[in-house]
């Protein structure tokens, strides 16, 4: 029997192999008409042979009675029906976590802005910075003159404590008023 080839990253599971492209998924509904049909076809076969009616003990006391081929295709509906409602819920699963994906991404790319915003202004008043003290340099040196400060004078406000030195004989005598 000759095996099927798939194209590259056709089967297997879809987290691990690369991403499908246009003929693969081709292939895969063809492939998934092929066993829904095929799966009808054998259904249909099989009903046409068991017409005869049969007894189906649904709960405890009550008994339903119908043709073989009738509780066959309620048996089969009904696994579609759960089949397609499971699918249903995976793919609400799906889209919730894409929503949320795509909401923390939003809040990132937001975040991300703000904080470019943020880098760019503190940028620029560096580069502001960097221009003023680029462009006088005598401002500079004044400013960083103007920023020595002087020692504060001490002052000595003492009282003489040494004796004055004895007065001259001429400050001494009195005037004479003559």
């Not at 003990?57 to 759960?82: C, D, K, M, R």
């Not at 949320?100 to 560096?126: F, G, P, W």
């Not at 003290?133 to 020595?148: M, W």
């Amino acid at each position: 029997m000759e095996q099927l080839r798939y194209p590259r990253g056709c089967v297997g599971d879809r987290h691990r192999d690369p991403p499908r492209d246009a003929s693969c998924g081709e292939i895969m509904r063809q492939l998934n008409f092929l066993l829904f049909f095929a799966l009808c076809l054998a259904l249909a076969l099989f009903s046409i042979e068991n017409t005869q009616p049969v007894g189906i003990n649904i709960i405890p006391g009550f008994q339903a009675e119908a043709p073989l081929s009738i509780e066959l295709l309620l048996a089969v509906g009904t696994g579609a029906i759960l089949a397609w409602m499971f699918s249903l819920w995976d793919q609400l699963q799906r889209q919730i976590e894409s929503w949320k994906a795509q909401r923390e991404l939003k809040l990132q790319s937001q975040k991300i802005e703000e904080l470019e915003k943020a880098l760019a202004e503190l940028q620029a008043a560096q580069q502001n910075a960097a221009e003023s003290s680029a462009e006088s340099p005598s401002a500079r040196t004044a400013s960083t003159a103007d920023k020595t400060v002087p020692e504060p004078e001490t002052s000595t406000d003492t009282v003489d404590t040494q004796k004055p030195a004895e007065a001259s004989p001429e400050e001494s005598q009195p005037e004479q008023t003559a």
